[in-house]
């Protein structure tokens, strides 16, 4: 069996058929299932295929995208990037 996916012209729609691309490959696990996409959106569908196939690379990156989350967002970080910017404000020459 063939299935193709066509008209997923904004990056978008390839990001919100992932969900159907998992379930199609569950209900037809031999079946070949291709993307016809602008340019642009072709390399995130080859990355989207690719994370599929490597359970062990999705895993990897589940883990830096944490790390990296936890190190520019936490409330701390937020904080001190606030801090240095109302100080940055704030420490103006002294005038008089």
């Given at each position: 069996m063939r299935i193709l996916l066509v008209r997923l012209r904004p990056i978008g729609d390839?990001?919100?058929?992932?969900?159907?691309?998992?379930?199609?490959?569950?209900?037809?696990?031999?079946?070949?299932?291709?993307?016809v996409v602008e340019p642009d959106a072709a390399s995130f569908a080859h990355a989207v295929r690719q994370l599929q196939g490597d359970c062990a690379l999705r895993s990897r990156m589940g883990r830096a995208a944490r790390a990296a989350a936890v190190e520019k967002y936490s409330w701390a970080a937020i904080a001190e990037r606030m801090e240095a910017e109302y100080r940055a404000v704030v420490d103006v020459p002294d005038r008089f």
């Open positions: 390839v990001v919100f058929t992932t969900p159907l691309l998992s379930a199609l490959r569950r209900h037809y696990p031999e079946a070949h299932i291709a993307y």
